[in-house]
T-cell receptor
Framework: AQRVTQPEKLLSVFKGAPVELKCNYS??????LFWYVQYSRQRLQLLLR??SRESIKGFTADLNKGETSFHLKKPFAQEEDSAMYYC??????????FGAGTRLTVKP | ETGVTQSPTHLIKTRGQQVTLRCSSQ?????VSWYQQALGQGPQFIFQ???????GRGNFPPRFSGLQFPNYSSELNVNALELDDSALYLCASSDSGTIKIQYFGAGTRLSVL
């Protein structure tokens, strides 16, 4: 079965602190993993995908197949990072399975 | 470049009725996916359309159906509405070459009373 788990519904950090949003998945094949973000009053948008191996807005995410994880990290959180973050998985087909999301709040 | 637009933004229906939601894909995109997002949950994949054909379907009953038109716009139809159909319905478009990079609309909020 294809499943994405984001264990934290809420995460709060202070500005300048490191942040890690957890994502675990279950999938029997080779998945493609994504992080989507939704800022306040904006639409859902792609933040990054694992095959791009890039850093977007200071965020990085590494696919760990052994631990079946795709955690999102940023060394120094900013207030503008406050948003809802969704981890998503796509397998061989064209469907995209999303986790329930983590609301990140960065306090000044 | 025009983004993904959805209409209407809000809709109220009663149980048993039928509803049609509309989506215009981003300029240059030929693939449309529909999602249902219940309160406090992530989006759930309903189905995808490519070149006017269904190109993948999630775990939704047949009363959820769709169409894609030659201009790549799309409709989501839901028959025999149930209370649990109350949700935000999201449309996302993509290009077949990078089909998994999806651009989302703002959604239609459906309330079933």
């Amino acid at each position: 079965a294809q499943r994405v788990t984001q264990p934290e519904k809420l995460l709060s950090v202070f500005k300048g602190a490191p942040v890690e949003l957890k994502c675990n998945y279950s999938y029997s094949g080779s998945p493609e993993l994504f992080w989507y973000v939704q800022y306040s009053r904006q639409r859902l948008q792609l933040l990054l995908r694992h095959i791009s191996r890039e850093s977007i807005k200071g965020f990085t995410a590494d696919l760990n197949k052994g631990e079946t994880s795709f955690h999102l990290k940023k060394p120094f959180a900013q207030e503008e990072d406050s948003a809802m973050y969704y981890c998503a998985l796509s397998g061989q087909g064209n469907d995209m399975r999303f986790g329930a999301g983590t609301r990140l709040t960065v306090k000044p | 470049e025009t983004g993904v637009t959805q209409s209407p933004t809000h809709l109220i229906k009663t149980r048993g009725q039928q509803v049609t939601l509309r989506c215009s894909s981003q300029s240059g995109h030929n693939t449309v996916s529909w999602y249902q997002q219940a309160l406090g949950q992530g989006p759930q994949f309903i189905f995808q359309y490519y070149r006017e054909e269904e190109n993948g379907r999630g775990n939704f009953p047949p009363r959820f159906s769709g169409l894609q038109f030659p201009n790549y716009s799309s409709e989501l139809n839901v028959n025999a509405l149930e209370l649990d159909d109350s949700a935000l319905y999201l449309c996302a478009s993509s290009d077949s070459g990078t089909i998994k990079i999806q651009y989302f609309g703002a959604g239609t909020r459906l309330s079933v009373l």
